[in-house]
């Protein structure tokens, strides 16, 4: 994930805040002097990223107009609803801050609690996420689907989160860096950033009534976090090794249709010595079930060698790495180098001095 897409000047930013609107009028302004007054309190550098993702209402005309009027704020308009994954994602493309705070714009979530976020991160952690301990919507359209769904996404990806479902959380810039969302898969970034060994954390937010306007979730999108379930399961835990997923069945449907189609072939032998036995009358789908086993197992098994040739292909062309690094300590250097420095192999060596000390890593600036 590309974070640095904004004009090309140097800037420190502390915090960004990325918020998605979809067909919110009545809740854009009321929403904005929230957020503005509790960010202004803060003794930090801030930015808001307001992102219009398609609205048919006066959305994107009330959103350009805090943009203009607010240098602080920085509008992206979509030229159509692309969803809420693609609204976060183009939100966090476009962030400079070290810190990037994602709510939603609906004002269920109370903005004035972003310096506790901000404060979580501060003792160390990656990515701080909320939990709506008391939520307000209906036991069964919400809630129930809501509890487990959360349930099921915590035993797939280990990550002891209460409520994956809310957008209010807070990451540091690095944790984003090499995750990129599709589909709806905004609420499973901190089990995805788990894989690279992302610390999280979770705290107990409030969770409010929205003023106005309804709401734009319902019973339908269960059915696609279902699916995306399976997504989460691959990625988290065989990104890098394709084969080990599809293999194991493979070899499990191979080892069955070995078994069917030997005793068959033993059955068939002994007939031919014996009481003429005729193998495909008396087992006839006994066979098939073993020769379908067999060429599923083949068919399994070239899946998973192409899921590794894709794979290699992918992180050698895109120099993604498989790993992540939080900081580097020893051979003279400073334990603040960047995590994100390239390897040892990579470095020029600096002619000028004879201590390692002379070699000076320039500070973290965002280009914006």
């Given at each position: 994930?590309?974070?640095?897409?904004?004009?090309?000047?140097?800037?420190?930013?502390?915090?960004?805040?990325?918020?998605?609107?979809?067909?919110?009028?009545?809740?854009?302004?009321?929403?904005?002097?929230?957020?503005?007054?509790?960010?202004?309190?803060?003794?930090?550098?801030?930015?808001?990223?307001?992102?219009?993702?398609?609205?048919?209402?006066?959305?994107?005309?009330?959103?350009?107009?805090?943009?203009?009027?607010?240098?602080?704020?920085?509008?992206?308009?979509?030229?159509?609803?692309?969803?809420?994954?693609?609204?976060?994602?183009?939100?966090?493309?476009?962030?400079?801050?070290?810190?990037?705070?994602?709510?939603?714009?609906?004002?269920?979530?109370?903005?004035?609690?972003?310096?506790?976020?901000?404060?979580?991160?501060?003792?160390?952690?990656?990515?701080?996420?909320?939990?709506?301990?008391?939520?307000?919507?209906?036991?069964?359209?919400?809630?129930v689907p809501s509890m487990a769904a959360n349930w099921l996404?915590?035993?797939?990806?280990?990550?002891?989160?209460?409520?994956?479902?809310?957008?209010?959380?807070?990451?540091?810039?690095?944790?984003?860096?090499?995750?990129?969302?599709?589909?709806?898969?905004?609420?499973?970034?901190?089990?995805?950033?788990?894989?690279?060994?992302?610390?999280?954390?979770?705290?107990?937010?409030?969770?409010?009534?929205?003023?106005?306007?309804?709401?734009?979730?319902?019973?339908?999108?269960?059915?696609?976090?279902?699916?995306?379930?399976?997504?989460?399961?691959?990625?988290?835990?065989?990104?890098?090794?394709?084969?080990?997923?599809?293999?194991?069945?493979?070899?499990?449907?191979?080892?069955?249709?070995?078994?069917?189609?030997?005793?068959?072939?033993?059955?068939?032998?002994?007939?031919?010595?014996?009481?003429?036995?005729?193998?495909?009358?008396?087992?006839?789908?006994?066979?098939?079930?073993?020769?379908?086993?067999v060429i599923t197992a083949l068919l399994l098994l070239a899946?998973?060698?192409?899921?590794?040739?894709?794979?290699?292909?992918?992180?050698?062309?895109?120099?993604?790495?498989?790993?992540?690094?939080?900081?580097?300590?020893?051979?003279?250097?400073?334990?603040?180098?960047?995590?994100?420095?390239?390897?040892?192999?990579?470095?020029?060596?600096?002619?000028?001095?004879?201590t390692p000390d002379d070699t000076v890593w320039p500070p973290?600036?965002?280009?914006?």
């Amino acid at each position: 994930m590309d974070i640095s897409n904004h004009p090309a000047q140097a800037q420190q930013v502390y915090c960004s805040v990325v918020v998605p609107f979809y067909n919110e009028e009545e809740l854009v302004e009321r929403f904005y002097n929230r957020l503005a007054k509790v960010m202004r309190t803060l003794d930090k550098s801030y930015e808001i990223i307001l992102v219009n993702d398609g609205s048919t209402d006066r959305t994107g005309e009330i959103l350009e107009r805090i943009a203009l009027r607010d240098p602080k704020v920085l509008m992206v308009d979509f030229n159509r609803n692309f969803g809420q994954t693609a609204a976060l994602q183009a939100g966090f493309d476009h962030a400079c801050g070290e810190i990037i705070v994602a709510l939603d714009g609906d004002m269920e979530n109370d903005s004035f609690e972003i310096p506790m976020f901000l404060d979580k991160i501060a003792e160390g952690y990656d990515i701080v996420s909320g939990w709506r301990k008391r939520r307000r919507h209906g036991w069964l359209l919400r809630r129930v689907p809501s509890m487990a769904a959360n349930w099921l996404l915590k035993r797939i990806s280990g990550v002891a989160l209460h409520d994956f479902g809310v957008t209010f959380k807070a990451y540091r810039r690095e944790s984003l860096q090499d995750i990129c969302l599709y589909g709806d898969m905004h609420r499973f970034v901190p089990a995805v950033c788990s894989r690279l060994g992302a610390r999280t954390c979770e705290i107990v937010t409030k969770h409010i009534n929205r003023p106005a306007g309804k709401s734009k979730y319902g019973l339908g999108r269960t059915f696609r976090v279902a699916l995306d379930l399976i997504t989460l399961r691959f990625t988290t835990a065989y990104l890098t090794r394709p084969l080990h997923f599809f293999g194991k069945w493979g070899l499990l449907l191979f080892a069955l249709g070995s078994i069917i189609l030997i005793y068959g072939l033993i059955r068939k032998i002994i007939g031919w010595f014996g009481d003429g036995f005729d193998l495909f009358t008396v087992h006839g789908p006994l066979m098939a079930l073993g020769f379908m086993s067999v060429i599923t197992a083949l068919l399994l098994l070239a899946t998973g060698l192409i899921g590794e040739m894709l794979m290699r292909i992918y992180f050698e062309s895109t120099g993604a790495r498989t790993y992540r690094i939080r900081r580097l300590v020893g051979l003279g250097k400073s334990p603040g180098i960047p995590p994100d420095a390239p390897p040892r192999s990579d470095r020029k060596s600096d002619d000028v001095g004879d201590t390692p000390d002379d070699t000076v890593w320039p500070p973290r600036t965002i280009m914006t």
